[in-house]
T-cell receptor
Framework: AQKITQTQPGMFVQEKEAVTLDCTYD???????LFWYKQPSSGEMIFLIY??????QNATEGRYSLNFQKARKSANLVISASQLGDSAMYFC????????????FGKGTHLIIQP | DTAVSQTPKYLVTQMGNDKSIKCEQN?????MYWYKQDSKKFLKIMFS???????INETVPNRFSPKSPDKAHLNLHINSLELGDSAVYFC??????????????FGPGTRLTVL
């Protein structure tokens, strides 16, 4: 069974600092994908970044990068130069590539950026 | 030009009633999903559906049933509503059941309150 663990229920960070949100996962399938979603207070789910288990390079999307350490089964999200608008819930999720199931989500991290 | 839309956005109803939430996607995706987000923000897959296969999370009561009149729609019917059904329900869609970077696009969510 798949499992996602996010150990930081909440984080306070000063504006313009870099932020690392932790995510560890567990799966016995060698083919899987890892996702990060942002949920602002307005409630919508916004896709941020994707990392495949066979990808050689860490994924990057603008200010977002994914620190993928396969041996440790971790997929931490790094946000560079944080902004007030980054304040939101952040969810790590996983899906086994050949599974028909939906995403398995972690419990989320509530990030608050302080001016 | 909304990608995934849900109606209604808010739904308040009495215990015991039957209600439906509609979901439509205009992305040409062939797989759709329903997720439940509880009061602690935990997101859990309820159903995955494409024209070939319906995957039901075993923890979902059979009072919940997805109905798909066509590939662009996956409606959620709930019978005999209970207090514990109060949550935010998200519809999502993606290309294909399997495949690595198949980002799931989420609808805006429907906040269901059962009184």
């Amino acid at each position: 069974a798949q499992k996602i663990t996010q150990t930081q229920p909440g984080m306070f960070v000063q504006e313009k600092e870099a932020v690392t949100l932790d995510c560890t996962y567990d799966t016995s399938d060698p083919s899987y994908g890892l996702f990060w979603y942002k949920q602002p207070s307005s409630g919508e789910m916004i896709f941020l970044i994707y990392q495949g288990s066979y990808d050689q390079q860490n994924a990057t999307e603008g200010r977002y990068s994914l620190n993928f350490q396969k041996a440790r089964k971790s997929a931490n999200l790094v946000i560079s130069a944080s902004q007030l608008g980054d304040s939101a819930m952040y969810f790590c999720a996983m899906r086994e590539v050949w599974s028909a199931d939906g995403l398995t989500f972690g419990k989320g991290t509530h990030l608050i950026i302080q001016p | 030009d909304t990608a995934v839309s849900q109606t209604p956005k808010y739904l308040v109803t009495q215990m015991g009633n039957d209600k439906s939430i509609k979901c439509e996607q205009n992305l040409g995706h062939d797989t759709m999903y329903w997720y439940k987000q509880d009061s602690k923000k935990f997101l859990k897959i309820m159903f995955s559906y494409n024209n070939k296969e319906l995957i039901i999370n075993e923890t979902v009561p059979n009072r919940f049933s997805p109905k798909s009149p066509d590939k662009a729609h996956l409606n959620l019917h709930i019978n005999s509503l209970e207090l514990g059904d109060s949550a935010v329900y998200f519809c999502a869609s993606s290309h294909g059941l399997a495949g690595g970077s198949n980002e799931q696009f989420f609808g805006p969510g429907t906040r269901l309150t059962v009184l």
